[in-house]
């Protein structure tokens, strides 16, 4: 079964410093995909960044990157030059491809970034 | 342009009493995905649409739970006789046709079963 894992249930980055998420993830699956949601206090999921399996490159929007390790199956947020607006919580996710051709997200439990000014 | 609607935005129901969580998509987007999420955790998979059918409801927690998506547009979680486990908030995500892993999600519904 696919599993994503995000161990730091809390990280705090001083304002203008960059700050890493980190996010494990375990699938048997040679085709997959992972993405970055942000979730502020309004509750709303945010897509930020999304990296499949057979990339190349790593993921890049704008201040968002993400740090794909295929091999260590990890899939890191780096946010470079945090802002205040940036302090919410963060999920990692896996997409599963069901039979049908539909994907279900799978998510890890979340990373709350509070960026001090 | 609009993006997923959800309502009520809150809801704060007695236990035993059924409750009806509504979802509106973006337009032209075909699949629809309910999620939830309990307090502090991560979200939960719990039904999908393609058009009008749901060919995996496995996500589902008990029969108490049910959804339907009429016209290929707005959706309908129904909660029957709802227990305080149920608290929670109820997320939506519609995924356009051409590029059906990206999933857009709306503001949720939280529930709150007293």
């Known amino acids: 079964a696919q599993k994503i894992t995000q161990t730091q249930p809390g990280m705090f980055v001083q304002e203008k410093e960059a700050v890493t998420l980190d996010c494990t993830y375990d699938t048997s699956d040679p085709s997959y995909g992972l993405f970055w949601y942000k979730q502020p206090s309004s509750g709303e999921m945010i897509f930020l960044i999304y990296q499949g399996s057979y990339d190349q490159q790593n993921a890049t929007e704008g201040r968002y990157s993400l740090n794909f390790q295929k091999a260590r199956k990890s899939a890191n947020l780096v946010i470079s030059a945090s802002q205040l607006g940036d302090s919410a919580m963060y999920f990692c996710?896996?997409?599963?491809?069901?039979?049908?051709?539909?994907?279900?997200?799978?998510f890890g439990a979340g990373t709350r970034l509070a960026v001090h000014p | 342009g609009a993006g997923v609607s959800q309502s009520p935005s809150n809801k704060v129901t007695e236990k035993g009493k059924d409750v009806e969580l509504r979802c509106d998509p973006i337009s032209g987007h075909t699949a629809l995905y309910w999620y939830r999420q309990s307090l502090g955790q991560g979200l939960e998979f719990l039904i999908y649409?393609?058009?009008?059918?749901?060919?995996?409801k496995s996500g589902l927690p008990s029969d108490r739970f049910s959804a339907e998506r009429t016209g290929g547009s707005v959706s309908t979680l129904t909660i029957q006789r709802t227990q305080q486990e149920d608290s929670a908030v109820y997320l939506c995500a519609s995924s356009p046709p051409r590029t059906p892993y990206e999933q857009y999600f709306g503001p949720g519904t939280r529930l709150t079963v007293t």
């Open positions: 649409f393609q058009g009008n059918s749901a060919p995996d």
């Open positions: 996710a896996m997409r599963e491809e069901a039979s049908g051709g539909y994907n279900k997200l799978i």
